[in-house]
């Protein structure tokens, strides 16, 4: 069955370190996005992407960097983990073009990150 | 901007009616709704667009008030399983900058 994975499920790092948490997604979907979810705030969107090569920012892409190199994989990467970036990070796919009416995103199960 | 959802929190008996809310202050394309449980992700439930189309769930059913930028998720005949937080989802016109979610609302059913 095609799926969306996240790894790893549970990460703690110290403050400065870079850290990368992957997304996989065997669905062939075009689109794929990264959230963080904290307390009071609900999901906020980080970095999205709409295909191979193509990268964007979302509401808090400061600190996060993306890339997207094939169809299945958007890894997220924080360059200098801050006490800040510490929260619950889930990835998502949708079918594409981007602008379809029936876009409904997938979730993967969650990368809970904490920065010491 | 993220959508206001309301009310925050409702506790309700099985068998009873639940109402969510969802307002923005622009423009809406689509509003997405999704279903969190303790511990898991968000799963899908519904996408109404501007127009009136609908795709979702048999059991949930949905409103888009276009000109108020509004969106009603109503839950009838609630269930246990039906417990968990309910986000909407905001799609502006043009689509090209992902989905912004509320704050989300807390829903318990009690036996």
């Known amino acids: 069955d095609a799926e969306i994975t996240q790894s790893p499920r549970h990460k703690i790092t110290e403050t400065g370190r870079q850290v990368t948490l992957a997304c996989h997604q065997t669905?062939?979907?075009?689109?794929m996005f990264w959230y963080r979810q904290d307390l009071g705030h609900g999901l906020r969107l980080i970095h999205y992407s709409y295909g191979v090569h193509d990268t964007n920012k979302g509401e808090v892409s400061d600190g996060y960097s993306v890339s997207r190199s094939n169809t299945e994989d958007l890894p997220l990467t924080l360059e200098s983990a801050a006490s800040s970036q510490t929260s619950v990070y889930f990835c998502a796919s949708s079918e594409g073009p981007e602008q379809s009416p029936y876009n409904e995103q997938f979730f993967g199960p969650g990368t809970r990150l904490t920065v010491l | 901007q993220q959508p206001v959802q309301s009310p925050q929190a409702v506790i309700l008996r099985e068998g009873e009616d639940a109402v969510i809310n969802c307002s923005s202050s622009k423009a809406l394309y689509s509003v997405h709704w999704y279903r969190q449980k303790h511990g898991e992700a968000p799963v899908f439930l519904m996408i109404l667009l501007k127009g009136g189309e609908q795709k979702g769930h048999e059991k949930i059913s949905a409103s888009f008030n276009e000109k108020k930028q509004q969106s009603s998720l109503y839950l009838t005949a609630s269930q246990l399983s039906y417990s968990g937080t309910y986000f909407c989802?905001?799609?502006?016109?043009?689509?090209?900058?992902?989905?912004?979610f509320g704050k989300g609302t807390h829903l318990i059913i009690q036996p």
């Open positions: 669905w062939n979907h075009n689109n």
């Open positions: 989802g905001t799609e502006g016109w043009g689509g090209a900058d992902g989905l912004t």
